[in-house]
Each structure stands twice: as C-alpha cells, then as structure tokens.
C-alpha cells in the first residue's frame, strides 16, 4: 500500500500512509486510538473506499470495491468482534459458502473430515462437530483463521487478536502464527501489548494521527522508543501542569482496592482524593477503561473493596454509582453516552433528574434552567437547547454529556477519554473545564491515551500495564519519559508504595 | 453426569414429548389405539405444515404473522376452483400462497418495514380479500371434483391419512432444505449473525425471500387440505392460528431471536400442542380451557429455559471450553 | 449553525394531517356523514382502540411489543363482571385493576429480568390469560345484571356528548403528560432510542421497562371495564380478540417507531380515529365491511414506508 489517504468530512484520517508486506512475514501495526489503524485495516478489506494513494498486491494495481473483492484475492481478516455464526458447527463455520455436496445435498461427513483435518494441521484441540458458541472467544478466533487458511489466503489480517485472551491462549495463537508464516501466509498484526508484539513481529509499522512514522525491526527500537513515537508530542504545548494542588489534608472520595475483573484487570487498586485529577495511564488494553467499568457498576463479575469517602460500598449498576455520588462519561460516547433523538436538554437533564423534578414531574422552568446554566457554563454551541443531541458537533457532544454527570453535582467524575475524537480547540476547552471542575472539590479520574493530555492535567498518575498496576507518579515526578518507562518496565512494584 | 445434562438440555423436546404421552396414555386408556393416534397426527398436521415454513423464516430471524388469515383465503380458492378442476383447486392457491410470500418479503427487504408490521399487514390485506370474495359466508362448493375431497380424506393402508403424509413429507423436505442445502445453511447464517454472514458472501435478502415464500406456499397447502377435509371454507378458519404455529416453534426449541432451530424439534413442538388437545379432549375432570393456560404456560417455560441458559453462558465465559495446541 | 427540523414530518403529523383529509373527503363524498352521530360513533367505537394504543405506544416507545393486551381485557372484565354480579360494584372495578397491574408486573419482570423477548412473552401471556378467562365463567358469558353499572356506559353528558369522550379524553391527557411531563416519560423514550446510555446514566430500567407494561396492561383493564359495562357482559371468548393488531396498528400509523423512542400519544389517538373511520366510511358507502381491512393493511404499509424515507 503507497501513500494512502483517507478523508472523512471534516477530517484526514489518513496521510500518505505507506505499508508494505512480504510472504511469510508478520507485520505490525502500532498506533494509539485515532491514529488511522483500523482505517488503513478497513481499506485493505474494502470497508472504505481510498481517496488517494496505490494498492499494489502481487505487483498488480488494485481497486477494492467492496469486501468481497479483498476476499477473493486471498486478504482475510479476523476481527476483534467475531465475526462467524455462532450457532452452527466449527466446521460449518470455516466452510459456509463452499459445501462439499454429494447428490444427496450437502456431505456432512466429507465437510467434517476436512474441517478437522485443517483444525489437526493447526494443531488445535477444537472439535469440528461442535457448536462454535460452545467455545470461548480464543478458540472462535482460531477458527476463524483456519476458515482463512482453508479459503488459501495469502494475508490474515488479525486485528487486536489477543485483546481478550489469556497468556496461554495467546500461547497458542503465537503457535498458530508461526504455522501460518510457515505456509508463506503473510499476516498484519494489531496489538497494544508490547511483550507480544516484540516477540511476534518482523516488522513493526508505526501511525500516529494518520500519518506514517515509520517500519522499523523490532531490534533497532527499544519499548520505550516505540511507546514514545506512539503517544509522544514533538511539540509539547504547556508541558507542564500549573494547578497547585496540595492533597496532604484532603480526605479520599474514592478508594478501589484488589480489583478483578476477568480477563483484563487483574488486581488493580486506585484512589482519588476530593478536588485532585488522578491520571490512569497505560496502553490500550492495560485495563484503564475496565477498572472504570467496575467502579460505575457496569462490569459484570468484579471483585475487590470499594470504599467511598471512607465507607465501604457495592455497587451493583450505574444506578447505585449514582447514589453514591459517581459519575461516568465512558468512551464510547455515541454507543454509550448520547441519546441521540433527544434534545439537549433532555440530554442535559437524564441523570440529574431527582434534583428537577417532583413527584415525579419534570419541573419545566428548573428543566430549562439546568440545561442553560450548563450550555452557558461549558460554552456549548447550539443554536438552542432543542436541538437533538446527534446534531451536534462530537466536542459539543461531549460537553454535554459532561454537562448531563456535573448536573448531578457528583464528588467523582470518571472522564474516559473526554477528547477523543474533538478537534484540537475543543480538546484544550475540555481540558480546561476539567480543571475547574477538580477546582470545585470533585474528584477527578482521567484516563487518557495521550500521555501528553495525563501530564498537562494530573496531580497523580496511576500506571497500568496488563491489568496490574506498574506504579505511582506524584505531581513533581510526573512527566511523559518517566510514565513511558513505567509502562514499558516488567516487574510491578508492590502495592505498599501506592498509598 | 455432565453427558447426562447436555444430553437434557439437546433432547428437552425429546422428553416433553414423552411425558405428554405417559400422561396421555394415564389419562385416557383409549389413548394407544392406532385410531386415535391417527386422529392426532392428523389433527396437528395442518398447523404442522406451517409450522415447517414458520421455523425457517424464524431461523432468517424474521417472522410471517399472515398465515392464519392464509389457510382461510387459500381454502376458499381451493373450494371454488374445485368446481373445475383439481389441478386448478390446488395450484392455484398455492400459487397464490408464493404470491403473498413475495409481497411480505419485498415489504421486508425492500421497503424496510419491520417482519412484524409487514407481516401483520399483510395478515389485514388477505383477510380484507378473503371476506370480499366469500361475500362474509361461508362457502360451499356446488359440484366439486370428487377427487378433491382426497386431499383431506383420504386413507392410505387403512390408517394414514393423506395431511398426516403431506405433513411428513413437508417436514422431511424441510429438513433435507435446512440441512442439506446452501439455501437452507443461509438461513441459520442470516438469523445468527446477519452483517458476518453478508461478509460471508450469503445472499441476506434472497435467503429471506426463499424462506417466506416456502412459508406461504405451506400456509396454502394447509388451507388446501382444511377445506378439502371439511368440504366447506370458512373465511376466519385459520384467524389466530399463526400464534399456534409460531408457539409451536417456540416449544421446538426454534429461538425467536434467529439462528436457531430445527425441524425435528418444530416436529415434535407441533405433536406436543397436538397432543395436549387431544388429552383434554379426552378426559372430563379438568377444564379444558387449561388448555391455553398449559400452551402459555409451557412457552414460557421454554423461552425461560433458553434464556438462562443463553445468560448462563454469557455470565461464565471462563468456564468455556479453551483450545489448546496439542 | 442552521436548526435542521430533523424530524420526519409523517412521523410527527402524518397521522394528524391523514385523519383530516379523510374526514374532508367523507364530508363530501360520504352521504349523511356531517352529524353529530357521524363523530359520535367513530369516537365510541375507536374508544377500546384508543386507550389499548396510549398503552401499545408507551410499551412500543421502549423498543418492546404487547400482544397480550386482548387477553388481559377479558381476565379483567371477568374478575369484574363477578363481583359486579355480587353488587361489589366498586370493589369490582378496583380488583380487576390489580389484577390488571399483576399480570403486568408478571410480563414486565420476564422481559427485564429474564431478558425473553417481549413478543414471545407477550404470546405466553396472552394465551395463559384467555385460559384463564375462560375458566373463570366456564368459558361461557357471565351477565352481571347490574343496571346500574351497565348504565355507566350510557351516560351522556349533558345529554349529547358520551362518557366515552370524556374518559379517552381523560386517559390520552394523562398518557401524554406522563409520557412527555415526568421523569417516567422521559426514561421511556431515553431507553428506546438507546438503552445501554440510559443505564448508564443511572436510571433504573428494569423499573422503568416493566411500568410500562404494567400501565399498558392497566389500560388494557380500564377498555375491560369500559367494554364490560356496554354491552352489559363479559365475554371470556370474544372480549378483547384481535384488539391486539388494532392497537399496534393506530400506534404505528400514529408515528411511533417500531424500533422504539419518541412516543406520539396524539399521534395514536389519530391513528385508531383514521382506522375506525375507514370502518364508517365503508359502512356509511354500503360498501362491505371486509374492504376496509384491506384499505387498513395499505394505509399501515403507506404509513410505514413514509416514515422510513429521508432517513
């Protein structure tokens, strides 16, 4: 792939990206949230159309239309989501489409025998005769790519493939690719786990905000270069936070102690205390967004204490982090925050609805005012509270589902990702609001991807890597080289110096 | 003892069926003779034809709510076209029955009404037209072609009775299309995960299409052999029986939310409503209006199962089977 | 920034605007049809309709369905019509509504805590409670013989309008209020245009989601009541029949979506009117009744796909 663009209204999201594969080759592709990833994924695959630049497979100019174009030519992918048919057979599922047939309809026992021959080949303990669903997210994945081995692809693409597996899952994935390599198969490798991917890859492309920063062998980068040209800034802006925060006689709002939550948060533990900005920082998958889910109820099995403002809590769902004074607003802002038909105001006003209403009526004129306070507050533009929230620009979005948690008055906010995804004006207004808000006494946890963003804001930052914590930062060692080199270190320190 | 479970939870109908008829047969001594036992099959067979149709269209995830107003319309075209000719009196409605399949999937596919809606609709449209064209009588057939009556009637080898054949036969093709064919295999692709099955290559709207078509050809076949057997056609004979057929599914272990389902359980879902009419037609201490309460009842219990089953496996993800290099 | 009436004109006033280019055309097309009698009878007719819709809309707007609604009128209407039939007039009226909220809370608890589909639930339901009316009565029609109760459903204010008026009146205030006024309505149309953002923004949907279906399955009672009373019986068998596919229909010709969200009560209102006057505008025409349905299916398929473009 030469110099690929890409553009979506209103932005670029891809810039002269080059990328290159050999037979038989892992190629790794790195990059944090937004840096064009899964876009350049998405064109190889014929999701999206190219707006400028070459694909060029087996040395022949190549134009994708749509994504069965890639397929026949030997490009298959295995997504994160699993993308099969839960409910029919293994075998079934690497065959759809390609039934081996007799005169009698389709040959059952021929489709089975393959199938379990190719599974054998792989060296894999998956019976073809078993429902896919009755297997766990690792062994649909392996079926998945055996589906692409059987269709003799010549590229796999696996996209954040160990995202949700085991070490010893991950074992057998690794054993599979280096099968796959044998058979001069060549395969694109997403992963934010640094060990795996040092340990697989050949090669190592890296993107950061669409652009091309360079392939590299993985013996001429060190981790900590690799994490730096992922997330580092080359012009840092105010590197430096300036609030002046004194913690020492402040009580904690929030203290997380042991927590679990399988597979990805093995025994994290988090505090905030009232009116500081705790960073949670960490590559994608580290567990940041999960500790978040747990402290908000919306995991399903955790374990571990929670104690808020001293006294030890369950919190079961959303509804019971809200009497407890929490706040959320998650990453997925479109899936998980905005109600998209409903006016700003409604938006506004949804969790704070006890403070406005009575028995059970909506006070209009409290209604109203709530919602102006917060526009005018959070400098939202709309051209009035009636309008429906999927109108809205995704900064302004953003502010207001902000403006929906502040209305509840809360004592922490949880801001996962607040400027994902908002032009750079609005990230440094959004920026600035979290900062007036820690002004007013609230806790504040901020996890971000930018490491940048973490340093500018933080008075603490939690370091997370792999679902374990890695270490603590306090105000005056807070800065982007020490954070970098704790991800990138391998031995945990012990939970005593957290606290 | 865990083979033991799992064989449960894959034959639950097995053992449904079963113990209905230790009931049956406890309840009503007269239950073994092969007479009556004639008399069920026969009896379930009309609801049983579409039931076959139904489960297809609900493994596409969709569902077809315009078979019962079906029975009744193609069971008047069958009786008045008997007055010609056989081959009229039973290819035209079933004609008409791939006719009405067509509409609801264009309204489907194309114009994107929900399967719900398109489907209730359509149910409004051809019991309109049946009422017109029976003039809200019900009609009789002046001189109908003797042979007709054969499709209702009929008795092969003294016991089996024609529907009982055709339902049979319906339900083996049925299980040779959804297991032995690409079409068939499509449907269990589109209804379990429709955007990986486009990925796939599957055909989503012409899977559909087969599948509600098939439906409304069997809904005809149903209405044919009903006023063949009866001799007189009924506009609302077949008003609400959509609801039979689709609890029926339901009972079969066919999940509404697609993807999931076989005939052999639709099979024996249909024996069971059956035989549950005829226990309570055969016996006097109870009601036999528990019957509905027991069919509600029985659903519920069947979708409840499911349900937890499905979250079970949802809540426990560690407790999957793992794949492992040898 | 421009304000951009994103909303789709048939979804908000479709219905509206059809109900009165249908009666424009009866005035002129349809003999005898400016009467007050005219008004008189569509109202009464479509009141069952109309009260079962306000319900259908609120259980629609949360993305659900309730077939179940038939049958929760004839379970009612019987509880009723035995202690009416005891003179237990007011008694009766209150238990049958319990019984009502009962089997709604059966219902809702089903679909949110056990996560079954609505619609097959709806089904089970539907099917347990026509059992269950019919054992009440051994299936045969129960006559209260209470003149005064039967009387309720005569009575005429200031002795034109019918009290039918005033309670679908009444009924459609109230449902738009709480659809549009409380904190209630408000979660409903959060939880059908996207649900896991309104769990997350605290609100207890398990609560909400079965409110729904539990005053759903109250109005259902209330048109039992209302149905009981008029024709001075219960009917076990018939009350209630196929009232289901009117319901959902009206609220999906009132603009509802089917997906869920943005409830339109007026809308509903509107649309069991349009349904009704099809029936009356066929009778009054000497035109057999069985066109009508067939006009009602393309009027419901019309509706559909018009709300559907410029999506």
């Known amino acids: 792939m030469k110099s690929i663009d890409k553009i979506f209204p209103g932005v670029k999201a891809l810039k002269g990206v080059n990328f290159n594969l050999k037979s038989g080759e892992v190629h790794t592709l790195m990059g944090e949230n937004g840096a064009g990833k899964s876009t350049l994924i998405k064109i190889l695959t014929g999701v999206y159309e190219k707006d400028g630049g070459q694909i ?137 786990r640094l060990d795996e991917v040092y340990a697989i890859s050949d090669r190592i492309t890296v993107l950061k905000d669409g652009s091309y920063e360079g392939t590299y062998k993985p013996a001429e980068l060190t981790q900590y270069e690799l994490v730096r040209k992922m997330v580092g800034k080359e012009i840092i802006q105010e590197g430096i936070n300036t609030r002046n925060y004194d913690g020492s006689n402040k009580e904690y709002v929030v203290e997380m102690e042991d927590i679990f939550y399988y597979p990805k948060v093995n025994g994290v533990s988090v505090a905030v205390k009232e009116g500081e900005i705790v960073g949670l920082a960490g590559l994608l998958g580290s567990g940041r967004t999960e ?59 949804i969790s704070g609805m006890p403070q406005i209403s009575r028995w059970g009526f909506i006070q209009r004129k409290k209604q109203v005012a709530l919602a102006e306070k917060y526009i005018q507050r959070l400098e939202i533009k709309t051209p009035t509270m009636e309008q429906k929230l999927k109108n809205l620009s995704g900064g302004n979005q953003q502010k207001v589902l902000l403006a929906r948690w502040l209305a509840t008055e809360p004592d922490l906010i949880i801001l996962d990702e607040p400027t994902r995804g908002i032009d750079v004006g609005a990230k440094k207004e959004v920026e600035e609001l979290i900062k007036e808000i820690a002004g007013q006494g609230i806790g504040v946890l901020l996890i971000s991807s930018e490491i940048t963003e973490l340093v500018r804001n933080c008075d603490r930052i939690f370091v997370l890597r792999e679902g374990k914590n890695q270490g603590v930062l306090l105000k005056e060692d807070i800065s982007e080289e020490r954070i970098m080199k704790q991800i990138v270190e391998h031995d945990p320190v012990s939970r005593e110096v957290l606290t | 003892m865990k083979g033991i479970g799992k064989h449960i939870k894959n034959n639950g109908t097995v053992l449904g069926l079963f113990f209905m008829m230790l009931l049956a047969v406890i309840i009503n001594r007269n239950f073994l003779t092969i007479e009556n036992l004639t008399n069920v099959l026969r009896q379930a067979s009309m609801n049983g034809m579409i039931a076959i149709g139904m489960t297809m269209v609900i493994i596409c995830g969709s569902i077809d709510l315009s078979v019962g107003t079906m029975i009744g319309f193609s069971g008047f075209l069958a009786l008045y076209l008997s007055n010609f000719s056989l081959i009229l009196a039973i290819g035209v409605p079933l004609l008409f029955g791939l006719l009405v399949g067509l509409i609801n999937a264009f309204l489907i596919n194309k114009c994107k009404v929900a399967p719900f809606i398109a489907t209730l609709s359509m149910m409004m449209a051809v019991k309109g037209v049946t009422l017109i064209l029976t003039k809200e009588n019900t009609y009789f057939a002046e001189h109908p072609v003797e042979s007709f009556s054969y499709v209702g009637r009929g008795i092969l080898l003294n016991y089996i009775t024609v529907p009982s054949v055709l339902f049979v036969g319906v339900s083996l093709l049925g299980a040779v299309l959804l297991n032995r064919t690409a079409a068939g295999r499509s449907m269990y692709a589109v209804g379990g995960n429709e955007e990986a099955a486009r990925m796939m290559g599957v055909n989503v709207e012409k899977t559909r299409l087969v599948a509600h078509v098939l439906t409304g050809l069997m809904a005809a076949l149903s209405g044919i052999t009903l006023v063949s057997r009866v001799g007189a056609a009924y506009p609302l004979a077949g008003e609400g029986k959509e609801l039979d057929v689709i609890a029926a599914c339901v009972i079969g272990g066919t999940a509404l939310t697609g993807g999931k389902g076989k005939v052999s359980g639709t099979f024996i879902g249909v024996l069971i409503i059956g035989l549950l009419t005829n226990i309570f037609n055969m016996q006097t201490f109870l009601n036999s209006f528990w019957e509905k309460v027991i069919t509600g009842t029985l659903v519920l219990v069947v979708v409840l199962i499911q349900s937890i089953q499905e979250n079970h496996i949802k809540i426990y993800k560690g407790s999957k089977k793992t794949a492992s290099v040898k | 920034m421009k304000i951009k009436s994103e909303r789709n004109i048939f979804q908000a006033y479709g219905a509206p605007i059809a109900l009165v280019i249908l009666l424009l055309i009866n005035c002129f097309t349809t003999p005898n049809f400016i009467s007050w009698s005219t008004i008189s009878n569509l109202v009464t007719h479509s009141a069952t309709v109309m009260i079962l819709g306000i319900g259908m809309t609120m259980v629609i707007a949360t993305g659900g369905i309730n077939i179940s609604v038939g049958s929760v009128m004839a379970v009612s209407s019987m509880v009723l019509a035995k202690l009416v039939f005891k003179d237990h007039i007011i008694t009766g009226v209150i238990v049958c509504l319990l019984v009502a909220v009962a089997t709604g809370v059966i219902t809702g608890i089903i679909i949110t805590v056990f996560k079954v589909q609505p619609m097959i639930t709806t089904l089970a339901m539907m099917y347990a409670l026509r059992g269950v009316a019919k054992l009440l009565n051994g299936g045969t029609i129960l006559n209260y013989k209470n003149q005064d109760f039967s009387n309720f459903a005569y009575v005429k204010i200031a002795g034109i309008i019918p009290i039918h008026f005033v309670i679908v009146f009444v009924l459609a205030a109230a449902g738009f209020i709480l659809l549009r006024k409380t904190r209630f309505g408000l979660y409903v149309e959060a939880y059908g245009d996207n649900p896991t953002a309104t769990k997350i923004a605290g609100v207890n949907t398990i609560l909400v989601v079965t409110a729904a279906y539990v005053l759903c399955n109250v109005l259902a009672g209330v048109s039992g009541i209302l149905e009981a009373a008029a024709t001075t019986c219960a009917d076990p068998v018939n009350m209630g029949l196929n009232k289901e596919t009117d319901a959902i229909a009206a609220t999906v010709v009132g603009g509802t979506p089917m997906a869920g969200g943005r409830p339109n009560v007026f809308g509903t209102i509107c649309g069991a009117l349009i349904l009704q006057l099809i029936t009356i505008m066929i009778n009054m025409n000497n035109v057999p009744y069985s066109y009508s349905l067939v006009l009602k299916a393309l009027i419901i398929v019309i509706s559909i796909y018009a709300q559907n473009i410029k999506k």
């Open chain 1, 56 to 192: 060029i497979f087996d040395g022949r100019e190549v134009h994708f239309t749509n994504t069965l174009d890639p397929q026949k030519l030997g490009i298959s992918t295995v997504y994160q989501e699993l993308n099969m048919i839960p409910y029919l057979t293994v075998g079934e599922n690497i065959y759809l489409g390609r039934y081996p047939k007799t005169r009698k309809g389709i040959d059952w026992k021929t489709l089975h025998e393959n199938a379990q021959r190719e599974l054998d080949d792989m060296g894999l303990s998956i019976s073809s005769r078993e429902r896919l669903n009755h297997y766990g997210t690792a062994a649909q994945q392996m079926v998945s790519i055996v589906r692409a081995i059987s269709l003799h692809c010549r590229i796999v693409v696996l996209d954040e493939p160990t995202s949700s597996l085991d070490t010893k899952e991950v074992e057998t994935l690794f054993g599979i690719i280096a099968k796959l390599k044998a058979k001069k198969i060549g395969i694109i490798f997403i992963s934010h």
């Open chain 1, 291 to 349: 500790v978040a889910q747990v402290l908000f109820g919306y995991a399903g099995n955790a374990s571990g204490t929670i104690k808020v403002k001293g006294n030890k809590v369950k919190i079961k769902a959303p509804t019971d982090a809200l009497k407890n004074g929490l706040a959320f607003v998650t990453e997925n802002r479109r899936e998980e925050g905005v109600i998209p038909n409903m006016t700003i105001r409604e938006n506004i006003s």
